[in-house]
């Protein structure tokens, strides 16, 4: 871009009171790209707005929100028209607008929204009927469930933050409170999706465990006769038995596995705690197969995994995840709730599910307070109540 254009627009940036940071953001994302259009007029100055924020899939979503402010605050200059004004007046009307339009009027007037608020909702609920509801006037909407909505963000809207997909479907929700408010038939599960932004960390409501669907396919699935796979079905068995974390399957050694007494010692734990858990039959071959056959001959003596730059060094936890996140991918199990520590909180669950009392699945998730526990299974999903379990029950002492 023509350094006197960059110039003004660093000018008008300051002189109306943007940071230093991000004067410096705006002014990187816009350089890279050609001149305006010099005739000052706001249709082929929006028209180069949205040519220029097609770049969407060659750059990370962060980068993108800041190309696409930039570009509106450069409109803005140009023109003296804000680019949000400006696009209601060029907008055209396709099939979902009635609706929509009355939504709008919900939020403004039944619920008293702000603006800015009315018109996320708007536009996150119209990015879900694009996706899912071809026909508006002839759609059941009772036909739509939760699970459709969970489909649609992992699908559309994974590369939001959480505090960002919490803002989506509560506008999804909110869109169907008011298609009930109107009269319509929905489905009640819909309904039991948050109100307001969620926390689905490991203190939220709602676990984050795999559905029997993604369980399925990860045992069925077929690992390749290679070092990688038989590494990678290996660490798979050792989060989905064994509940590790991450950072507890980097730093395992081969003097952890107690081979006479088919257990193994989790040494590395987040809580300073040492524990002691059973092998079973399938994770014994797959810790043979792997040690006899493909560990590495360079690994440092007592290494399990090593380190992919350095191997006498264990792996990282970001080898871990990679790992576990390519066979998600190639599973098609994707989303933002899904990782290796849904694996995790889904065998806490079964655990739970299974009759074992809060004390013993504690015990074998490590945990030193029962009440993170509660975390791991608390559930509102009656498909776990088929959950069977391999392990053995005990009561607590």
């Not at 943007?18 to 100055?45: A, E, N, W």
């Not at 319509?184 to 819909?190: G, R």
């Not at 077929?222 to 798979?236: E, K, N, Q, Y």
């Not at 056959?293 to 995840?321: M, Y």
Request: glycine share 4%; hydrophobic share 35%.
């Amino acid at each position: 871009m023509d350094p006197i254009i960059l110039n003004r627009f660093k000018n008008y940036l300051g002189s109306h009171s943007f940071s230093k940071g991000s004067i410096t953001d705006y002014l990187r994302c816009v350089s890279s790209l050609g001149d305006p259009p010099d005739s000052g007029d706001p249709l082929s100055l929006f028209n180069y707005v949205n040519q220029s924020t097609q770049r969407k899939e060659e750059v990370s979503h962060s980068e993108f929100i800041t190309l696409r402010a930039s570009l509106r605050s450069l409109f803005q200059m140009i023109t003296g028209i804000r680019f949000r004004d400006f696009l209601k007046q060029v907008k055209t009307t396709d099939k979902y607008d009635p609706l929509l339009t009355r939504y709008a009027e919900y939020c403004r007037n039944f619920l008293h929204l702000t603006e800015t608020v009315t018109e996320a909702a708007v536009r996150e609920v119209r990015l879900f009927l694009e996706a899912n509801v071809p026909c508006p006037d002839s759609i059941e909407w009772e036909t739509i469930t939760a699970k459709d909505i969970i489909h649609f963000l992992s699908k559309e809207r994974s590369a939001l933050s959480i505090g960002s997909i919490g803002v989506s479907v509560t506008a999804i929700r909110r869109f169907f409170r008011f298609l009930k408010h109107n009269d319509f038939a929905i489905h009640s599960s819909v309904l039991d999706l948050p109100l307001s932004v969620p926390n689905w960390g490991k203190n939220g409501s709602l676990p984050i465990i795999l559905s029997d669907e993604d369980r399925k396919k990860l045992d069925e699935y077929s690992f390749p006769c290679t070092a990688v796979g038989s590494r990678d079905r290996l660490i798979l068995l050792l989060f989905s038995e064994l509940a590790l974390r991450c950072n507890e399957v980097a730093n395992l050694h081969l003097s952890d596995i107690k081979w006479n007494h088919a257990t193994i010692v989790i040494r590395k734990t987040k809580t300073h705690l040492e524990r002691e858990l059973p092998i079973s039959s399938k994770l014994g071959d797959a810790l043979e197969d792997y040690i006899i056959h493909w560990r590495p001959n360079g690994l440092g003596d007592n290494l399990l995994f090593k380190s992919k730059d350095r191997p006498n060094e264990p792996a990282t936890v970001i080898n871990i995840r990679g790992a576990m996140r390519r066979l998600f991918e190639k599973n098609d199990i994707v989303g933002w709730h899904i990782g290796t520590h849904a694996l995790r909180r889904t065998v806490g669950s079964q655990l739970y599910k299974a009759g074992n009392d809060l004390k013993t699945v504690a015990d074998f998730l490590g945990h030193e307070s029962m009440a993170a526990t509660r975390a791991y299974v608390r559930t509102d999903t009656e498909s776990l109540k088929k959950v069977a379990t391999s392990w053995p029950r005990r009561d607590s002492k």
